[in-house]
């Protein structure tokens, strides 16, 4: 069994920050891909920010400049740190990770149960 345990969100108001943070634990042999989706009333969940455990990371061009996604291996654990925030950004965020549980085993993807992100006018 393999959890994601999300923490950091919150209310702030536009212009503020926040630090998005997930933790993976349980039965892990490796992982490859941590990433931050988020999802909103109506709408498809769509991709954030991600990162390969090279360190090679993707943003949505929404978020380039102004959000920065970090990770500790040792750890495993995947960070969002967001400046600059906008009204549009309001939504549920959720952590994902695609993991190996054991070695030469297959890759899965596993998923946070979300945590709201709410950014006042």
């Known amino acids: 069994q393999v959890q994601l345990a999300e923490s950091g969100g919150g209310l702030v108001q536009a212009g503020g920050s926040l630090r998005l943070s997930c933790a993976a634990s349980?039965?892990?042999?490796?992982?490859?891909?941590m990433g931050w989706f988020r999802q909103g009333p109506g709408k498809q969940r769509e991709l954030v920010a991600g990162i390969f455990s090279g360190g090679g990371t993707n943003y949505a061009d929404s978020v380039k400049g102004r959000f920065a996604i970090s990770r500790d291996n040792a750890k495993n654990t995947v960070s969002l740190q967001m400046n600059s925030l906008k009204p549009e950004d309001t939504d549920v965020y959720y952590c994902?990770?695609?993991?190996?549980?054991?070695?030469?085993?297959?890759?899965?993807?596993?998923w946070g149960q979300g945590t709201q992100v709410t950014v006042s006018a």
């Open positions: 349980g039965s892990i042999f490796s992982i490859d891909y």
């Open positions: 994902n990770a695609v993991i190996r549980t054991v070695s030469g085993g297959n890759y899965n993807t596993y």
